[in-house]
């Protein structure tokens, strides 16, 4: 058996009737709480976080989300499991944890990483169905050692260790070559003195911009700050977040 996992609704839109059967990763793990376990406690957490930031009904986050994500633990064994994640940030996050939990879901999980054939942070977006198809041909095969490195990825971003992705930039291995850009802004978004590098750029144009319209600042943000990956609701949240502190 073969599943497709698909970073978002925009991509099932381009692979409908193509690569099936798909789930669709519809979290953003780049912001919100986060339990250490995939467990009832974690998508509590979670939920309440929707529904708290972006009013999200309760039944709509399990159906769309929760019962979403289930699908991809009850698949049989030997399933082959075809991830279709981009370079960014937020992508990135979300791959990390789906692969930490196939890891610890299934023995010897078959696991390939579906990539743009591309370094644009514009993603599968930009790319045709030609193109898809090219990179699904592409694809990366993640060896055990790849998986279990991308499991430490996702633990120490949950441990929020930024020593630790400082080290693993200056080791020569190659499946980070892909997502060095990610790790660097990923150090630059954990928890420092100040603002983070995401909210210091917002703050920065906002200052520079006489009274922007939000399409705009997006846009600048999104040009300036590609590798984040983030989408409009994660920057709203953003700049409320920078008038609520005045800062």
């Known amino acids: 058996m073969v599943v497709h996992v698909l970073n978002g609704d925009a991509l ?3 692979l409908m009737g193509t690569y099936q ?3 669709v990763m519809r979290e953003c793990l780049i912001e919100g709480p986060l339990y250490p376990e995939c467990n009832n406690q974690f998508w509590k957490q979670r939920t309440d976080y929707f529904i708290q930031q972006f009013q999200t009904e309760e039944e709509i986050y399990k159906v ?3 019962d979403e994500l289930d699908r991809l633990f009850r698949c049989p064994p030997g399933t082959r499991f075809h991830l279709w994640f981009e370079f960014d940030l937020f992508c990135q996050l979300n791959m990390w944890f789906l692969v930490d939990c196939l890891v610890k879901n299934y023995e010897n999980p078959v696991i390939y990483w579906t990539r743009p054939i591309h370094r644009k942070w514009s993603g599968f ?6 193109d898809l198809s090219k990179a699904f041909d592409d694809k990366l095969k993640l060896k055990k ?8 990825l996702w633990q120490n971003y949950l441990d929020q260790s930024m020593d ?7 080791e020569d291995i190659p499946f980070l070559y892909d ?5 660097r802004a990923l150090i630059n978004l954990l928890p420092g003195e100040g603002l983070n590098l995401p909210l210091r750029k917002l703050k920065t144009i906002l200052q520079e911009s006489h009274h922007p319209s939000f399409g705009e600042i997006f846009k600048r943000f ?3 700050l590609g590798v984040y990956g983030y989408g409009d609701l994660q920057v709203k949240h953003m700049i409320d977040q920078l008038q609520q502190e005045r800062v």
């Open 12 to 14: 099932a839109q381009q």
């Open 21 to 23: 059967p798909f789930i």
């Open 64 to 66: 769309r989300v929760i």
């Open 125 to 130: 977006g930009s790319m045709s169905l030609q």
């Open 145 to 152: 050692e790849e998986q279990g490195l991308i499991c430490n």
């Open 164 to 170: 630790y992705f400082s080290n693993l930039l200056k």
């Open 179 to 183: 997502i060095d850009e990610s790790i």
């Open 222 to 224: 999104s040009k300036e």
